[in-house]
C-alpha cells in the first residue's frame, strides 16, 4: 500500500505562490489528487480552518511597513535581496520540460481550479496563478513581497494591508489593482468556490481597496495563520470569464484561459490529455529578488497518463523528466536498467525539512460501527507495519506531526496538562500519560499477541465470534467494513487476512477517482486513507479543517475523519492563539495526544525525502533548499532548475 503525498493538498503554510496555495487547497477541489502512491499507498489529503479569536500579539514586532513576514522569528532576507539563495540568478532561459499528471487526475476538462465542478490540469495552479506574498523554500513560514512590494500587519492581527508592486501586471499587460484583489477574495470566498477555497479564507472578514494600489484584509481570526492566508490568496483579473463587460458566474468560467500574473501562458491544449505553456516573454516579475533564477524553461508540457504502469515506461522511454516514485517496491526494483547504469537517468533520494504530516487509514466516525474506541483500537492492532515495510523504506507515524519537534514526547509538561486537564473527563485517560506509540509487529509471536488483545477489545465492545466464524454483535449482525480504494487494489491484503483472523469481513471497493470524490465529499465510506500534508509550523487552519467541529457535517469538506470534540477544538484555538514557538509547540502536542489516543485513525508510515528519477539533462542550483518537493508544492525542480542539453533517450 505506497504512501502518499497530497498533491501538496491542504493549506498548512502560506504557498511559495498562489501554486502551493491551490495546490494544497485542492486536495478538496480535486479531493486528493493527492499523489500516487508507495509501497505503502495512500490516498487524499485534507487541510483544515481556524477558531474562534482571542486577541494576539504578533510573534514578531514589525516596521508600519516590512518587504516580508515571519511567523514567531525574522526573515532571512534582507529588503531588497537579490535573490533567494538556493537559485542560480543566471540560469538560462531554454528548453522544454515535460511532465506528467502529479496526481491521480488523468485527464482535465477546465482551466478554473478553483471550483468544484471537474478537473484543472496541475500546471494551471503552479505557474499561471500568483499571490499578494510569496514564502520561500529555506525557512519555516516566511513571506516576502510578490505582487505586493510591501506589507503591514496590525500589532493585535487585526488586519494586514499590502501595497501592490506599481510593475505587477496580468498576461493581458493591465496592471494589477487593489480592485482585482477585492474581486479575487469576492469570488473565492462565493458559493460557487470548492469548500476547500472558501475554508482556507476563512479567517478572513472584508478586504478593502483603499486606494488603486492598497488593499487591507480585516482578519475575523487574530492569528498568524489569517496573515498567512492573506498573503497566500489567489489573485486574478477582474476580465477572467468578462464577457461584454460583464462577468460570468464564477463556476461557469470553465474554458477560458486564466488572466493572471503568473509566468506562463497556456500555449496549447489537446483536452482532457495534453496541455503546454509558454514562458510570458513579458512576465512581469522576472528581475525580482523573490524570482530571479526561477522559471527557466521556455515550454512546459504536460501529458495526462491514466494507468501508472503505462506512465513508468513512457518515463523509460523519454516521454517525460521526472518520475516521482510513491511505491517502495517500484523504487527498489524497477528504477534501475542500462540507462541508470549509463548515467542517462538519474536516481536520486532528496532530503526535505518538512514535518510530515500523519499518513492513516481513518475511520468514518458517521458510521455507528466505529463509536467505540475498542472497537478502532482493535482494528489498528491488525495492521502490520513491519510487514508493510518490508523495503526498509519507511519509518512510523506515531504522532499528527511527524519528523517535526511538535510531535508528543513522553508524558505532558505541566502546561500541556493545563490545556488537557478542562476536557479530563471527556478524554481517554492514556491521553495524561507517555506520548502514543502506535503498535509493533515484528514477528509471528508479536502478531498473535495483538491479534489476541484486539479480540478481547472487541468481546468488551460487544462482538464476539460466532459459530460460523463471523464476528457478530448481540444483534447477530455480522462486523463488515468496506476499504474504498480509487486506484490500486490489493494493498491491504495482509490487514485483509488479519482482520479475517477476528471473524471480520474485510471489503475493498475500487472505485475511479470521480466516484471517489463524490464519495469523500459525502462522507460515503467506512475506511479511505488519506495523507495529511507536509508542514512547516502546525496551522490551526489546516487543523480546523480536518478535525474542527463546525465543518463536520458539511458536504465537502475535510473532516474526513468525522471527529466533533470540544477538547479538539480548544486545542486548534491554542494552536491559533500561541504568541511564540513554546506555545505553539505545547498547544500542538497537547492535541497529538489527544487525536492519538483516541484512536481516530490507524496511524501508518511516512517518508522525509523526495524520490525521483530523472532524464540526466538538466543544470541545477549548488544549493538545495529544505522546504521543497518534485513536482507539487514547492516544486524546486520545476521552477529553478534549467534545461542543458535537449535530448533524452
Known amino acids: 500500500m505506497p504512501l502518499q503525498r497530497p498533491a501538496r493538498p491542504s493549506i498548512?503554510?502560506?504557498?511559495?505562490?498562489?501554486?502551493r496555495w491551490l495546490a494544497l487547497l485542492l486536495s478538496t477541489v480535486a479531493i486528493a489528487a493527492s499523489a500516487q502512491a508507495t509501497s505503502a499507498d495512500t490516498r487524499a489529503t485534507p487541510r483544515a480552518v481556524a477558531a474562534p479569536t482571542s486577541a494576539v500579539a504578533p510573534a514578531q514586532p514589525l516596521e508600519a511597513w516590512s518587504h516580508a513576514y515571519a511567523a514567531y522569528t525574522t526573515p532571512k532576507y534582507p529588503a531588497g535581496f537579490a535573490h533567494f539563495d538556493y537559485v542560480n540568478?543566471?540560469?538560462?532561459?531554454?528548453?522544454?520540460?515535460?511532465?506528467?499528471?502529479?496526481?491521480?487526475?488523468?485527464?482535465?476538462?477546465?482551466?478554473?481550479?478553483f471550483t468544484i465542478k471537474g478537473n484543472a490540469p496541475a500546471g494551471v495552479s503552479l505557474f499561471m496563478f500568483e499571490s499578494l506574498a510569496t514564502r520561500s523554500m529555506d525557512e519555516p513560514q516566511t513571506m516576502y513581497g510578490?505582487?505586493?512590494?510591501?506589507?503591514?500587519?496590525?500589532?493585535?492581527?487585526?488586519?494586514?494591508?499590502?501595497?501592490?508592486?506599481?510593475?505587477?501586471?496580468?498576461?493581458?499587460?493591465?496592471?494589477?489593482?487593489?480592485?482585482?484583489?477585492?474581486h479575487s477574495h469576492r469570488l473565492l470566498t462565493s458559493a460557487q468556490a470548492a469548500p476547500g477555497v472558501r475554508i482556507a479564507l476563512s479567517d478572513i472578514g472584508e478586504v478593502t481597496a483603499l486606494d488603486p494600489a492598497t488593499v487591507r484584509f480585516t482578519?475575523?481570526?487574530?492569528?498568524?495563520?489569517?496573515?498567512?492566508?492573506?498573503?497566500?490568496?489567489?489573485?486574478?483579473?477582474?476580465?477572467?470569464?468578462?464577457?461584454?463587460?460583464?462577468?460570468?458566474?464564477f463556476d461557469q468560467i470553465v474554458s477560458e484561459h486564466p488572466i493572471a500574473s503568473g509566468p506562463y501562458l497556456i500555449d496549447q491544449v489537446e483536452m482532457p490529455r495534453r496541455i503546454e505553456f509558454r514562458l510570458n516573454p513579458r512576465y512581469w516579475a522576472?528581475?525580482?529578488?523573490?524570482?530571479?533564477?526561477?522559471?527557466?524553461?521556455?515550454?512546459i508540457v504536460y501529458r495526462m497518463y491514466a494507468d501508472p504502469a503505462v506512465a513508468a515506461e513512457a518515463f523509460k522511454a523519454g516521454e517525460f523528466d521526472f518520475f516521482k516514485e510513491y511505491s517502495a517496491r517500484a523504487w527498489v526494483r524497477q528504477h534501475q536498467g542500462v540507462k541508470w547504469r549509463e548515467g542517462r537517468i538519474v536516481k536520486a533520494e532528496l532530503p526535505t525539512a518538512w514535518g510530515q504530516g500523519l499518513q492513516s487509514t481513518h475511520f468514518?466516525?458517521?458510521?455507528?460501527?466505529?463509536?467505540?474506541?475498542?472497537?478502532?483500537?482493535?482494528?489498528?492492532?491488525?495492521?502490520?507495519?513491519?510487514?508493510?515495510?518490508?523495503?526498509?523504506?519507511?519509518?512510523?507515524?506515531?504522532s499528527l506531526f511527524n519528523n517535526s519537534d511538535f510531535a508528543a514526547q513522553g508524558r505532558p509538561s505541566a502546561e500541556e496538562l493545563a490545556l488537557l486537564e478542562p476536557f479530563r473527563d471527556q478524554l481517554p485517560p492514556q491521553v495524561f500519560g507517555p506520548a502514543y506509540v502506535a503498535p509493533v509487529q515484528g514477528d509471528a509471536q508479536r502478531l498473535r499477541a495483538n491479534l489476541l488483545r484486539a479480540r478481547d477489545l472487541l468481546a468488551q465492545a460487544g462482538w464476539k465470534v460466532a459459530d460460523d466464524g463471523k464476528l457478530r454483535n448481540a444483534k447477530g449482525e455480522p462486523f463488515v467494513v468496506e476499504?474504498?480504494?480509487?486506484?490500486?487494489?490489493?494493498?491491504?491484503?495482509?490487514?485483509?487476512?488479519?482482520?479475517?483472523?477476528?471473524?471480520?469481513?474485510?471489503?475493498?471497493?475500487?472505485?475511479?477517482?470521480?466516484?471517489?470524490?463524490?464519495?469523500?465529499?459525502?462522507?460515503?465510506?467506512?475506511?479511505?486513507?488519506?495523507?495529511?500534508?507536509?508542514?512547516?509550523?502546525?496551522?490551526?487552519?489546516?487543523?480546523?479543517a480536518g478535525f474542527g467541529s463546525a465543518t463536520v457535517d458539511e458536504p465537502g469538506g475535510n473532516n474526513f475523519r468525522g471527529?466533533?470534540?470540544?477538547?479538539?477544538?480548544?486545542?486548534?484555538?491554542?494552536?491559533?492563539?500561541?504568541?511564540?514557538?513554546?506555545?505553539?509547540?505545547?498547544?500542538?502536542?497537547?492535541?497529538?495526544?489527544?487525536?492519538?489516543?483516541?484512536h481516530w485513525q490507524i496511524p501508518e508510515l511516512y517518508l522525509s525525502k523526495e524520490r525521483v528519477s530523472y532524464w540526466n539533462r538538466f543544470g541545477k542550483p549548488a544549493v538545495q533548499p529544505g522546504y521543497i518537493s518534485i513536482d507539487g508544492g514547492e516544486p524546486w525542480p520545476l521552477w529553478t532548475w534549467w534545461v542543458e542539453r535537449e535530448q533524452r533517450p
Open 364 to 398: 468514518n466516525l458517521r458510521r455507528p460501527i466505529f463509536q467505540d474506541a475498542r472497537v478502532r483500537e482493535a482494528l489498528t492492532l491488525a495492521w502490520d507495519f513491519e510487514r508493510l515495510n518490508r523495503y526498509g523504506q519507511y519509518q512510523r507515524a506515531n
Open 483 to 544: 476499504y474504498l480504494e480509487p486506484s490500486q487494489p490489493g494493498r491491504n491484503t495482509d490487514f485483509q487476512h488479519n482482520l479475517s483472523k477476528l471473524g471480520i469481513e474485510f471489503k475493498e471497493r475500487v472505485v475511479d477517482f470521480a466516484l471517489y470524490r463524490r464519495r469523500l465529499e459525502t462522507y460515503d465510506y467506512d475506511l479511505i486513507t488519506i495523507v495529511e500534508g507536509d508542514f512547516t509550523l502546525p496551522s490551526a487552519t489546516d487543523l480546523k
Open 286 to 299: 522576472r528581475g525580482l529578488g523573490v524570482r530571479r533564477g526561477h522559471f527557466n524553461f521556455e515550454r
Open 12 to 19: 498548512r503554510t502560506l504557498p511559495s505562490h498562489a501554486g
Open 219 to 249: 482578519l475575523k481570526e487574530r492569528k498568524i495563520d489569517a496573515v498567512f492566508a492573506a498573503g497566500g490568496m489567489a489573485v486574478f483579473s477582474q476580465r477572467w470569464g468578462a464577457v461584454d463587460g460583464k462577468v460570468k458566474p
Open 89 to 113: 540568478p543566471d540560469a538560462p532561459k531554454r528548453g522544454t520540460l515535460w511532465l506528467r499528471n502529479p496526481d491521480r487526475r488523468s485527464s482535465f476538462d477546465k482551466f478554473n481550479p
Open 146 to 182: 510578490l505582487l505586493a512590494e510591501q506589507m503591514s500587519v496590525a500589532p493585535d492581527l487585526a488586519s494586514v494591508t499590502f501595497r501592490i508592486h506599481p510593475l505587477a501586471r496580468f498576461s493581458d499587460g493591465t496592471p494589477v489593482t487593489a480592485a482585482d484583489v477585492v
Open 563 to 598: 471527529v466533533k470534540s470540544p477538547a479538539v477544538d480548544a486545542l486548534i484555538q491554542a494552536v491559533a492563539d500561541a504568541r511564540d514557538i513554546a506555545q505553539l509547540r505545547t498547544a500542538a502536542r497537547a492535541l497529538d495526544r489527544i487525536v492519538m489516543w483516541n
